[in-house]
């Protein structure tokens, strides 16, 4: 899942940053290699945001879609009823 995902992402996150924050020398090349890494697991911690607010979204349209049409058949309902009630 997306949320599993992030949380191992922000662990990695974490974990890299200790290691890059106590480094004396952030110049050599596995300390540039390390921020590099840092870096795309942040990017990638985003992208999984960015998709589960797309879902969110989705979902929410989905059920405003169906909100309409239970409001619309209540509508057709009471209309039903009332016509009913006006006959007898």
């Given at each position: 899942?997306?949320?599993?995902?992030v949380?191992?992402?922000?662990?990695?996150?974490?974990?890299?940053?200790?290691?890059?924050?106590?480094?004396?020398n952030?110049?050599?090349?596995?300390?540039?290699d390390?921020?590099?890494?840092?870096?795309?697991?942040?990017?990638?911690?985003?992208?999984?945001?960015d998709?589960?607010?797309?879902?969110?979204?989705?979902?929410?349209?989905?059920?405003?879609?169906?909100?309409?049409?239970?409001?619309?058949?209540?509508?057709?309902?009471?209309e039903?009823?009332?016509?009913?009630?006006?006959?007898?």
């Amino acid at each position: 899942s997306l949320d599993t995902k992030v949380h191992d992402l922000k662990e990695k996150i974490n974990s890299d940053c200790s290691t890059y924050s106590s480094a004396k020398n952030k110049s050599n090349p596995e300390m540039v290699d390390l921020k590099k890494s840092i870096d795309e697991s942040q990017k990638r911690c985003l992208e999984c945001s960015d998709e589960k607010v797309s879902a969110a979204q989705m979902c929410l349209e989905l059920v405003a879609g169906r909100l309409k049409q239970l409001d619309d058949d209540i509508s057709n309902i009471d209309e039903f009823m009332a016509t009913s009630q006006a006959q007898q």
